[in-house]
C-alpha cells in the first residue's frame, strides 16, 4: 500500500516538473483506519461523511474492513459477498482538494476462501449463491486462494490533472442535464 501511494506521488512530482499548473499536492503518509474506528471516530457522520472528515485531516488513507455490518447495524460500504474478505481489504483514498473530499483511488484484498465466503453469504442472506459454479467450487476447496485490486485509471488521472469531472480524462456519452451542468460549471467534457 504504502509502495503504491508512493509510485503516484512520484509520478504526481514528476508530472509537476513538466507541468506545474495542473500537478497536485499529494500527501505520502498514509493513513490506516478501519471503518468501524472511523465510526468510532465520527459517530454521528454517514460513512461518506466519515470518509471526507478522515481525509481532509489525514490526505491519504487505507481505510481497512469494509463491507461488513459495524457496530451501528449498517456496513460501512457495499461490497459484495462473495469477492473480498470483508476482514482483509481496503481502498486507498487521497483528499481530492479540486472536488473538497474524499477520493477513492485503489481498492484491494483478500478474496474469500472457504470459510469468508460461507460466513459471509450467511451475513448477506445470499445462502441460495452456494449453488452457483464458482461458489460451490471455492466452497468444496477445489479453487486457489487469490488476492486482488485494481487502480482506477481515469480517477488517477482525474486527481493528478485536478479534474472536476470524470468525462474530462474519459470519453463517454453524458445526458442532457450532465452536459448542461458541465458547460454552466466550465468544465469540459471529452
Known sequence: MKAIVGVICDT?????????????????????ITTEELLQKYPGMSAKERENAYLKEHKTALIMK?????????????????????????????????????????SMGIRVDEESLARQLKL???EDRRELPFHKMLLAGELPLTIGGGIGQSRLCM????????????ASIWDKDTLEGCKAAGIRLL
Not at 509537476?16 to 495542473?22: I, K
Open 124 to 126: 448477506a442472506g445470499c
Open 12 to 32: 504526481n512530482d514528476l508530472f509537476r516538473v513538466d507541468f506545474p499548473e495542473v500537478g497536485r499536492n499529494l500527501c505520502r503518509e498514509v493513513s490506516v
Open 159 to 170: 486527481l493528478l490533472m485536478g479534474c472536476a469531472h470524470i468525462g474530462e480524462v474519459q
Open 66 to 106: 469494509i463491507g461488513g455490518k459495524l457496530s451501528n447495524g449498517e456496513p460501512h460500504d457495499g461490497r459484495a459477498p462473495d469477492y473480498d474478505d470483508w476482514e482483509l481489504n481496503g481502498d486507498i483514498l487521497f483528499y481530492n482538494e479540486v472536488l473538497g473530499r474524499a477520493f477513492e483511488i485503489s
